[in-house]
């Protein structure tokens, strides 16, 4: 019933920006935490950055500086703003949203956007 929609991959060039979009749609009651995650070829998906509800934020240490998570409750959106991209930045970003039940929780990702950043 919840789905997130994910705009703004693109191809850029080594030290521009990109910002990353992600909507929740669907019959929206409570999303939790909502964060970014990245594959790149021939690696495994990593975490890159997380926002709580309240606004509490965290980052994987090689984007610390550079990308900025953010969320708009209202909107059911989270951004993430890409700055000073490099090439090993290269990879396609899911969007992830935990999602309240009466009583558990579940995991919502995107469709993956690429980001491609050449050198």
């Known amino acids: 019933q919840v789905q997130l929609v994910e705009s703004g991959g693109g191809l850029v060039q080594a030290g521009g920006s990109l910002r990353l979009s992600c909507a929740g749609a669907?019959?929206?009651?409570?999303?939790?935490?909502m964060g970014w995650y990245r594959q790149a070829p021939g690696k495994e998906r990593e975490l890159v950055a997380t926002i709580t509800s309240g606004g509490s934020t965290n980052y994987a240490d090689s984007v610390k500086g550079r990308f900025t998570i953010s969320r708009d409750n209202a909107k059911n959106t989270v951004y993430l703003q890409m700055n000073s991209l490099k090439p090993e930045n290269t990879a396609v970003y899911y969007c992830?949203?935990?999602?309240?039940?009466?009583?558990?929780?579940?995991?919502?990702w995107g469709q993956g956007t690429q980001v491609t950043v050449s050198s």
């Open positions: 992830n949203a935990n999602v309240s039940r009466i009583f558990s929780t579940y995991d919502v």
């Open positions: 669907g019959s929206i009651s409570s999303i939790n935490a």
